[in-house]
C-alpha cells in the first residue's frame, strides 16, 4: 500500500479531536519524506492540524468550527510509551482538574520517573519534574492524590477545608488494594506526606493499622500545614500543626 493510502486511511479511522504522530502509521524509516509530504497536504486541506513538531491532530467539526483537542489528549505523546502510560500530570493543572484552583496554568508540569520534557504546545509551556516513582495505569492516579498532600500549602488560592474533604472523599472511595498501594507509594514521598496521609486515613478509619506509615516518620518531626484540630482531628496523632 502506498504510503500516502495509508495515511488516509489511519486518519479515517481516528476519533476526532484524538492527536497522532509519524509512529501511528506504521511506516519504515525510507517512507518519512513521502509521509512529511502526505501530512503536509492533509493539513492545507484542513483536514488535520499542527499541535507541535511531529504532533497532529484531528479537529473535531462543530457549528462553531474546529475545536483543538482536549489538554491531556494534546499531552498524550508525554504521558504514554508504546501505549503504556509513563507520566501523569501534577502541580496547578493537576489541582484545577480537582477543583482545588480556579487559577489555569500557562506551564504544564509532567511526572515522570526518568523523561525530560521541555516544549511548547501553542502558548503553553510544558516541563517535567520527577515522579516518586515509576508510573503506571495502577498507580498515577494514586501519585496525584500523594502530590495533592505533597503541595498541599502551595495550592494557589485552595480552600484548605475543600482540600481536606476532597482528600477524605477521594481515600474513602478506593479499595482496600488501592489503599494498601496507596500507603507503599507514600513511603517513598517526604515524611509531611506520610504524616498527612496517616491522619486523613485515621479519620476515615480508627482502627486501620498504619504502623508501617508511624515507623517511617521521626517522632520528633513536626509538619507545619496551618491545619487546625477542627478541621481534621486526627492531626495530633501525627504531629501536625
Do not use: C, H
Request: hydrophobic share 40%.
Amino acid at each position: 500500500m502506498k504510503v500516502t493510502k495509508k495515511i488516509d486511511n489511519t486518519i479515517a479511522q481516528l476519533p476526532d479531536g484524538s492527536t497522532f504522530g509519524y509512529q501511528e502509521f506504521n511506516i519504515q524509516e525510507s517512507e518519512y519524506p513521502a509521509a512529511t509530504k502526505a501530512i503536509e497536504r492533509l493539513i492545507k486541506k484542513g483536514i488535520i492540524n499542527r499541535a507541535s513538531t511531529g504532533l497532529f491532530y484531528k479537529p473535531k467539526q462543530t457549528v462553531f468550527g474546529n475545536l483543538k483537542p482536549k489538554e491531556e489528549e494534546l499531552l498524550k505523546p508525554y504521558l504514554f510509551e508504546q501505549k503504556k502510560r509513563v507520566a501523569y500530570i501534577t502541580g496547578t493543572a493537576l489541582f484545577n482538574k480537582f477543583g482545588l484552583t480556579t487559577q489555569v496554568p500557562k506551564n504544564i508540569k509532567i511526572a515522570s520517573r526518568d523523561r525530560r520534557i521541555a516544549t511548547k504546545i501553542g502558548n503553553i509551556k510544558v516541563t517535567s519534574v520527577k515522579s516518586y516513582s515509576d508510573v503506571a495505569d495502577n498507580n498515577y492516579y494514586l501519585l496525584e492524590l500523594l502530590d495533592v498532600l505533597k503541595d498541599f500549602k502551595t495550592i494557589p488560592d485552595a480552600d484548605a477545608d475543600q482540600t481536606i474533604n476532597f482528600m477524605l472523599q477521594k481515600l474513602e472511595s478506593l479499595t482496600a488494594k488501592e489503599l494498601e498501594y496507596t500507603i507503599k507509594l507514600a513511603l517513598r514521598y517526604p515524611p509531611r506526606v506520610r504524616a498527612f496521609l496517616g491522619a486523613l486515613l485515621t479519620k476515615i478509619n480508627p482502627d486501620r493499622n498504619l504502623a508501617v506509615l508511624k515507623k517511617s516518620i521521626n517522632p520528633l518531626s513536626t509538619f507545619e500545614f496551618g491545619i487546625a484540630q477542627s478541621q481534621l482531628a486526627t492531626i495530633n496523632n501525627w504531629n501536625i500543626k
